[in-house]
């Protein structure tokens, strides 16, 4: 493997460093160019561009290869907890028995939230949307516990937020139909809190479905990280300013927000609900979106990694079948989806742009039958990927030279002009 690139600009012929990752991939280091050339790089979404290295997750997009720390994504689905996958991402591993059990009980020691922040959900608006909520809340954690100096410090407020996170999601859930809100309860575990302070009244009576539970857990693990994607650039991003753990992930979670990013979960239910409002006349959806003349796309399709297939959706494409059969939930939506992927998979519009099933596609399909409304599923999926920022936060923040992110542009608006007096305009 060459060690260099060259370029060849004007008048100068320059040698690039090469870096190559621990699975072959090739970086051409340009952090130098601009010293040496007075010439910067253009790419606008940043396609192709690697912003950092990074040690946490590995994606062959084009083998359709998701690994956590080296673990695959399938057999952490099937096998892992979602506090386990939490600790790999976090601290690099997975926990022994002993660090599960502490890890697991400071998760459920650290679920309350102050009582204070409590006044904050009176002053929403009943219809405001929970990721609102979540995102605002997040960031206000870090009026209640400013201290991020020490490792020791950090490490608690990284407790305190993957633990405080279910119950404001809950929180924003409960205020949105107007119910109280439920008190964790320290002899449930993680995935059981969430749930009883979701749909628990009384919390006291309500029983996990393990359905549910099982379903929640794979759910929350497929979604725990996925490299450089928007949000977790979000949070990179704004971390790289030396702004706080709550500050930085409550900007991840606004990202995630996006339709186009982790938003497509609730956009693809109402896209089905439309189409079966439309008397399931999916092709005409397929037809829609090959349209020059309309800028509607098909939600849950299209990937900017993945050129096969993502197995995350693979995944829940089998479990959505299992889940919803186990719950004795008929959802015509769910036969209204796997129709529409037949349909588009076999349409050379999409076999040509490699166009398939991504994560949020078939999420939201469980989301549903779980119970969880719509405009929660974001929130759901903030849940998930909440472990996976926090590990970049701290790995970007543990990283040596770590600078502030500042990228450069091309200025292509007016050259220098003079002052014109208001009577002379
Ligand atoms: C997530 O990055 C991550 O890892 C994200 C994520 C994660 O875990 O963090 O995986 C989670 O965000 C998944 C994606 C969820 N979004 C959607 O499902 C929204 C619908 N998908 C598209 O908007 C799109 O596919 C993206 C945003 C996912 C990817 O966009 P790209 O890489 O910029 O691709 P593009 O828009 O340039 O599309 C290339 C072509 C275009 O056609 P042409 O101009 O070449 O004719 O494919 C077309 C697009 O019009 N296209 C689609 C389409 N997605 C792309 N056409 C119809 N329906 C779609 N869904």
Known sequence: MTKTAKLSLNDQNIDLPVIVGSEGEVGIDISKLRGQTGAITLDPSFANSGACESAITYINGEKGILRYRGYDIADLAEHASFPEVCHLLIYGRLPTRPER???????????????????????????THPMVVLSSMIASLSAFYPGDDTAEEIDLNIIRLLSKAKTLASYSYKKSIGQPFMYPQNDRTYLENFLMMMFGVPAEKYEVN??????????????????????????????????????SISAGVSALWGPLHGGANQAVIEMLEMIQADGANYQKYVDLTKSKDSDFKLMGFGH??????????????????????????????????????????????????????????????????????????????????????????????????????????????????????????
């Open 210 to 247: 393990q359905v549910v539970r099982h379903a929640l857990n794979k759910l929350l693990i497929l979604h725990a990280d996925h490299e450089q994607n928007c949000s977790t650039t979000a949070v990179r991003v704004v971390g790289s300013g030396g702004a706080n753990l709550f500050a």
């Open 101 to 127: 059990e502490d890890f697991r009980g400071r998760l459920t020691r650290h679920s309350l939230v102050h009582e204070d922040m409590k006044k904050f959900f009176e002053g929403f608006p009943p219809t």
């Open 304 to 425: 900017r990694v993945y050129k096969n297939f993502d197995p995350r959706a693979r995944i829940l494409k089998e479990a959505s079948d299992n889940v919803l059969a186990s719950l004795g939930v008929d959802d015509p939506l769910l036969e209204i989806a796997q129709r529409l992927e037949e349909v588009a998979l076999a349409d050379s519009y999409f076999v040509e742009r490699k166009l398939y099933p991504n994560i949020d596609f078939y999420s939201g399909i469980i989301y549903r039958a779980m119970g969880i409304p719509t405009d929660m599923f974001t929130v759901m999926f903030a849940l998930g990927r909440l472990p996976g920022w926090i590990a970049h936060w701290l790995e970007q923040r543990n990283a040596p030279g770590t600078r502030i992110n500042r990228p450069r542009q091309i200025y292509t608006g007016e050259t220098a002009r003079p002052w014109v007096k208001l009577d002379n305009r």
